[in-house]
């Protein structure tokens, strides 16, 4: 079986990939609930991410075949085309926030002038052609495209971090954990990341210290999240919750650009080309399920994945305030369940049901 990825490509698509697109909205949304204790928050999230991440690599590391295709071996065909029917509803929901925010971020800071709605949906050609290809070319856009999102890391922490108040963080625990919970949970749509390893077991030439280097990508990851977070925070205290877009925000009082021009958008610039590949992801996986277990050809089912999304834009962008409160409240508890608690429990029910079938195996032979 040839396989698609390298472990190389799956650490630099948690590194380079996965981050951005949670520098628009989420940390104000977050802030608005936890305040100074953000970072908490999103520490947690970070941590349920990794708890699962590394329960499906160790439970299936020496599996061939990813999480979906060994569904369908051990369970059969029909619980399979179930949970894929689940996953593909979940990505599909997956797509609604990023999707507005980055809508919204190129509109109305990008434009001197409100642009027409049907500017923006070039960036369904650009999603659809990610789509019709195989999973190699999420490995090819993760190698292509980590340069530049270091360099736009680099740049926006470095115009940043002078101006940040880290003394604002304090005390710790200050809004209660009631309201850290609260910010963790309202914050799932823009995690849940082991839902995109469950394509990827299986599916990588395997090498030396493969977990090792995964989760050192996925840790590395994760503080950068949480340190823009902190920056943000850091920077507009109390009124943090107000700023709509952190992207943008975090950089744009800082001295230097003040004395001169906002060369911040440079590093702005360098992630926005990274996230709108990020906001392909659930497209793209969602894509995958309807052709693997539904028969559908690639390019009509990357066609079928993006017109909801595309008529959500073009005809209720007037109802999304209420659609964004049912993906921040009542379908966090989805992604919570299908993101992070199902992939951990079904993993673990693999292995057993592996080594159960593995002792059959030998005492037959």
């Known amino acids: 079986m040839i396989k698609q990825l390298k472990t190389r490509q799956i650490c630099f698509f948690y590194i380079a990939i996965l981050p951005v ?6 940390p104000s949304v977050i802030s608005g609930i936890s305040g100074e204790d953000i970072w908490i928050s999103v520490l947690i999230n970070c941590l349920l991410d990794f708890t699962a991440i590394f329960t499906v690599y160790i439970c299936l590391k020496d599996q061939d075949g990813d999480f979906f295709t060994l ?7 029909a619980f399979a085309k179930t949970v894929a029917t689940i996953y593909i509803a979940f990505f599909l929901l997956k797509t609604v926030m990023p999707l507005n925010e980055i809508k919204d971020y190129v509109e109305m800071t990008l434009y001197i002038t409100s642009p027409n709605i049907f500017t923006f949906m070039p960036v369904f050609a650009l999603i659809i052609f990610v789509c019709v290809h195989r999973l190699r070319v999420i490995g090819r856009l993760a190698d292509g495209v980590l340069i530049i999102a270091l360099i736009g ?3 926006m922490f470095a115009l940043a971090i002078p101006n940040t108040d880290f003394e604002a963080l304090l005390p ?12 963790a949970y309202i914050s799932q749509p823009w995690f849940n990341d ?3 390893f469950l394509f990827f077991t299986g599916e990588y030439i395997k090498g030396k210290k493969d977990g090792l280097k995964i989760f050192a990508s996925f840790t590395l990851s994760a503080l ?17 919750f107000r700023q709509r877009f952190a992207l943008t925000e975090i950089s744009k009082y800082t001295t230097v650009i003040n004395n001169t021009e906002r060369f911040d958008y440079l590093p702005i610039f360098a992630l926005l080309f990274t996230a709108v590949f990020s906001l392909a992801l659930p497209f793209y996986f969602a894509t995958d399920l309807i052709v693997r277990f539904f028969g559908v050809k690639r390019n009509l089912a990357a066609v079928i994945i993006s017109l909801p999304p595309a008529i959500l834009l073009l005809f209720f962008e007037e109802y999304f305030a209420t659609i964004e409160t049912f993906i921040t409240q009542t379908a966090s508890g989805f992604f919570l369940l299908f993101g992070t608690v199902f992939p951990t429990a079904a993993a ?13 195996e030998i005492q037959r032979g």
């Not at 950068?224 to 943090?240: E, H, K, P």
């Open 21 to 26: 697109i949670k520098f628009f909205m989420m």
């Open 71 to 77: 569904t369908e071996k051990l369970f059969g065909k």
């Open 153 to 155: 890391y680099a740049f």
């Open 172 to 183: 710790v625990g200050a809004h209660g954990a009631n309201n850290i919970i609260r910010g």
């Open 194 to 196: 082991c839902a995109y």
């Open 224 to 240: 950068t999240v949480i340190f823009f977070c902190i920056l943000f925070y850091g920077t507009f205290t109390s009124i943090a």
């Open 348 to 360: 673990i029910v693999m292995k057993i049901q592996l080594v159960k079938e593995n002792k059959i």
